[in-house]
C-alpha cells in the first residue's frame, strides 16, 4: 500500500491547567524535511518530536506547530516572598526617612502591600516539565495515526490512479509491439526493393558487405528490448504499489527508466504509426510520473 505525502492533521489536549493545540500537516519533497514550531522552554521536547516523526514518516515537507496556553483558574494566585520582603524593607525605610525630617505618615494596610507591583502572582502550574513532555508526546502518537490514516487514505486513491496509468502504457507498449512487426515487414521488402536497385546500376557487388549493412541497420532499428524493458517496468511498478514499505522513491526511479525507453524507441521509430505511439506512450508516462511525485 502506498501513501500519499500530502496530509494535514489536527488535535487538542489538556493536562493539568495546561491547553494545547496540535497542527500537522505536509506536501510532498524529495526526503523529510521538518519544520517545527514549539513552545520555548519545554526542555527535551523539540528533539523527542522530531525523533517521534522521523521514526515514522519517511518522505515530505512537514510543518507541525504546537500552540500551548495555561487556562485561568478561581483563586489560582500566590505571593511572591522575595518581591513582598523588598516591598516591606522600603516601606520601612521610607517609615524612618519620615521620621527623621519630622513627617508623620500613615501606616501602610496589608491591601496597601498587596497592590504593589509583584507581589501577587499567578500559582505556579500544577504540571511539572517532565509530566508535561511525557503528556505531549503520547498526544502527538495519536496526532501522528491520524496524520498516517490520512496519507493511506489519500495514498489508496494514488494507487487507483497510478494502476490505470500503467494499465494504459501496457496497452500502448502491446501496440508499439504491433506498430513494430508492420514496420519490420514494410523495411524488409524496402531492403529487399534497394538491393535490387543497386545490383541494376553497380556491376560488381560486395553481397557478403551488403549483407552486414542490411543486418547493421536492422538491428539499429530494432525495439524489442526496449518494448520488453517497458513490460518488465510496467511488472515493477505494479510489485512496488503493493509493497507495504515506503515506495516513492523507487517508484520515481522508475518513472526515469520509462521515460528512458520510450525516448529510445522513438528514436528507432522509423514510421509515423510506431512514432505516433511513441508519443502516445510518453504522455502517459509523464502524466503517471506527476503522481508518483506525491507518493511517499
Known sequence: MIRSMTAFAS??????DIDWDWDLRSVNGRGL???????EGIAGLEQAVRNALSARLARG???LTLRQTRAAAEGALALDDDQLDRVLHALEHVQQRAFTLGVTLAQPTAADVLSQKGVVVAAPSVVSEEGLVEWLLTDLGVLLDEFINAREAEGSALAAVIQGQLSQIESLVEEATGAADLRRDEARLAMAAAFRRVSDEVSEIDETRLTQELALLALKS???EELDRLRAHV??????????QPAGRR????AQEFN???????????????????LDLKAAIDQMREQVQNVE
Request: cysteine-free; hydrophobic content about 35%; glycine content about 12%.
Open 11 to 16: 488535535r487538542r489536549g489538556r493536562h493539568g
Open 33 to 39: 524535511e521538518l519544520r517545527l514550531r514549539l513552545p
Open 61 to 63: 515537507n512537514v510543518s
Open 222 to 224: 530494432d525495439v524489442t
Open 235 to 244: 511488472a515493477a511498478a505494479r510489485e512496488l504499489i503493493g509493497d507495504p
Open 251 to 254: 517508484l520515481d526511479f522508475l
Open 260 to 278: 528512458r525507453e520510450a525516448n529510445t524507441l522513438m528514436s528507432k521509430s522509423g514510421s509515423m504509426r510506431l512514432g505516433r505511439v511513441g
